[in-house]
């Protein structure tokens, strides 16, 4: 029988990382569903205002977050690094083929890191959040004026003898007609991929949630409890079964 060991694979950094970009997310879709619906609901256009504004601060803090973990891809520890979340590299395509077979085979290899499958949807999901986290932010400043491209929109909108900085949301008699429809449709393509990306990060998340439940159900290795810990706790297997990815 194979004796258990505890090895320290998600520093303190990812871990909070994970559970803040949980919880920024949850707040956006949940402020986010409710301004997709407003007109339903029968929002008034300062409940509006007042909507975006939760959601751009929320995204703020996404944003930031990500950006942090995007650094920490280059700085971190050796689980946190780009060379142990981007699929590819020598061998890495015999390493997935294996690691498939063996889980068709239900002897599947348990890895310190992501396996060579979860390589590539972590690598989607931090693609998606970019994707999502840069748009959001275009259309913060489309929609508020905030940063970080707010005050461009403004002065870019502003009707003659209007100071950009005074301008508020909803407020059409303070634009400049032909430049806020010109504005109108420069913003137009970011919110169309502001919003298909949303179904398909939040598709992408559920089917993650559900890979992980089935890996650990399947494999071991407490997937979940580990990103409280930041403890994997394995098999003491040959090298060739567990893997140091």
Not at 126 to 132: A, D, H, K, M
Not at 137 to 155: E, R
Not at 207 to 213: D, E
Request: proline share 4%; charged share 15%; net charge positive.
């Amino acid at each position: 029988m194979s004796n258990l060991k505890a090895h320290l694979v998600w520093d303190a950094n990812i871990r909070w990382f994970h559970w803040i970009n949980f919880l920024c997310l949850l707040g956006l879709i949940a402020v986010g569903v409710v301004i997709l619906n407003s007109k339903t609901l029968g929002v008034t256009n300062e409940g509006k205002i007042l909507l975006k504004t939760v959601h751009v601060w929320i995204g703020y803090v996404f944003s930031l977050n990500l950006l942090w973990r995007l650094v920490w891809a280059f700085i971190g520890g050796p689980y946190a690094r780009w060379r142990a979340i981007l699929p590819g590299g020598k061998g890495y395509m015999s390493e997935a083929c294996d690691y498939i077979g063996d889980v068709k085979a239900g002897r599947p290899r348990q890895y310190l890191g992501h396996n060579p499958i979860g390589r590539i949807a972590v690598t989607l999901l931090l693609f998606l959040l970019l994707v999502q986290a840069i748009t959001g932010l275009m259309l913060a400043g489309t929609d508020l004026f905030y940063p970080p491209i707010g005050s461009w929109i403004a002065s870019w909108i502003a009707s003659s003898g209007v100071d950009p900085a005074t301008l508020v949301p909803y407020a059409k008699e303070m634009y400049d007609e032909t430049a806020y429809e010109a504005m109108r449709a420069f913003r137009k393509p970011v919110i169309t991929i502001h919003y298909y990306n949303f179904f398909v990060l939040l598709s992408i998340i559920l089917i993650h949630i559900l890979a992980v439940v089935v890996t650990e159900l399947r494999e071991g290795g407490n997937l979940i409890s580990a990103m409280f810990s930041g403890k994997k706790i394995l098999r003491e297997l040959s090298a060739e079964h567990t893997k140091d990815d």
